[in-house]
């Protein structure tokens, strides 16, 4: 009955909207960063979906937009880890102790995510059917490219500090003591 307790806490709750509130300050200050990233991979989507070219429609455009998605990752855990001191050889042991400890803000901000994905995802397909005038490639055309430098790198920004920047920079694994 603990364990159910601890899951509940207000804690957790707590710390998975400081995680939100840390992925968002990051987004809204490195916007233009974020946007052009962002746009590389709007550009591939809107292509491919509406057609135009041929190339961003098959495997050669999903390999261009993971790259950029990639590199876009590798930025963000770079710059948000600069000036962390801890050592990449322990990174796992953190890594684990973290989230041993930190469980419940982990399924808190989960729950986050599910609302999240209700408010942007669920409610602009359920408004597509009822957007009169626009066929249905514009619409997903459009929704992509907007979707691409909004909605998708700031959840890719929210879930690094989530699983690798708060795990790496603040866990410290637990020590054993002998004496």
Do not use: C
Request: hydrophobic share 55%.
């Amino acid at each position: 009955m603990v364990t159910e307790a601890k899951a509940t806490r207000p804690g957790a709750w707590r710390d998975a909207v400081g995680i939100l509130a840390e992925a968002w300050r990051f987004f809204a200050r490195h916007y233009p960063v974020v946007f052009a990233f962002g746009a590389l991979a709007s550009a591939q989507r809107f292509l491919s979906v509406s057609g135009t070219v041929d190339w961003a429609g098959g495997a050669g455009g999903e390999i261009f937009t993971a790259a950029a998605r990639v590199a876009f990752i590798a930025w963000a855990v770079a710059t948000l880890l600069r000036g962390t001191h801890a050592g990449w050889s322990d990174a796992r042991a953190r890594w684990s102790a973290w989230n041993t400890r930190n469980w419940p803000t982990v399924l808190a901000t989960t729950g986050l995510l599910l609302a999240f994905l209700l408010v942007f995802k669920a409610v602009p397909d359920a408004l597509a059917g009822r957007v009169g005038g626009i066929d249905r490639e514009t619409w997903l055309s459009w929704e992509l490219a907007i979707k691409n430098v909004t909605v998708i790198p700031f959840t890719m920004l929210w879930m690094t500090v989530l699983l690798a920047v708060r795990p790496l920079r603040q866990a410290q694994p637990a020590t054993t003591s002998t004496s």
